[in-house]
């Protein structure tokens, strides 16, 4: 073992004993995430009543909208210490960063998916704290139309995100590397975990819309 590869197997060991209780099942978390999400999506779905002309433009106008805070929720916090967010800073530029690094990418065991996925807890409170506010601006704005097919769009953007994420630190022979254009996704966010370039390119982590416009798409 070379020297890169045991600080890292070291840091997975630390992370994996101070950061993965006794009872985390990586397969249920995943499982948590996408059936809650699905489950949100398909209520958001019945909820929708004769959607009509202009309204379908929310499907575009969420998911631009959802590139953007991918990309400066990644951009900002993530990568830079602001308080009060210092706990997103240390998950994931002290933790997701040295964790996976371009030339350790895939986990190295299913409790690893912690290092990766969203708690559940997190996910429900930032989306409670931040999503019922914009629903209710919306319905009261627009129509409840308008208001639930931001919610099915936004759940199903960071479900996307999600599965996305979890893909690229899978085994380099994984299945999903077929997916017709999968592996050129991965490639990008394999140069974002090289340590020189992290805080600098490739941000978005679903499709570079963003990472294109601001000028900070970096491919090989
Ligand atoms: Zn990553
Ligand atoms: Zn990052």
Redesign the pocket.
């Known amino acids: 073992m070379n020297n890169s590869n045991t600080a890292i197997e070291k840091f997975r060991q630390e992370f994996r004993s101070k950061n993965i209780p006794a009872y985390y099942i990586g397969w249920v978390h995943f499982m948590l995430t996408t059936v809650i999400s699905i489950t949100i999506i398909y209520f958001g779905i019945i909820m929708l009543d004769h959607v009509h002309g202009l309204q379908w433009l929310t499907i575009p106008l969420t998911f631009l909208y959802a590139n953007l805070a991918e990309y400066w929720g990644h951009k900002g916090p993530m990568h830079h210490l602001r308080k009060p967010l210092q706990m997103i800073y240390q998950r994931h530029s002290k933790e ?1 960063h040295v964790f ?1 690094t371009d030339k350790h990418m895939p986990f190295g065991e299913s409790r690893d998916y912690k290092a ?1 996925l969203f708690p559940i807890s997190l996910t429900v409170f930032f989306f409670g704290l931040f999503g019922s506010p914009i629903w209710f601006l919306l319905s009261w704005l627009f129509s409840s139309n308008v208001a639930w097919l931001f919610v099915v769009t936004g759940v199903a953007y960071f479900l996307n995100y999600e599965w996305f ?1 979890f893909a ?2 899978c085994a380099e022979d994984s299945w999903v590397m077929h997916i017709p254009g999968f592996k050129k996704l991965r490639r990008l ?1 394999l140069h ?2 090289n340590q020189k370039l992290m805080a600098r390119y490739n941000f978005n982590i679903t499709y570079p819309i963003c990472d294109i416009l601001f000028g900070t798409y970096y491919k090989d």
């Open positions: 997701h996976f990766v994420h690229y630190h966010h974002h975990h």
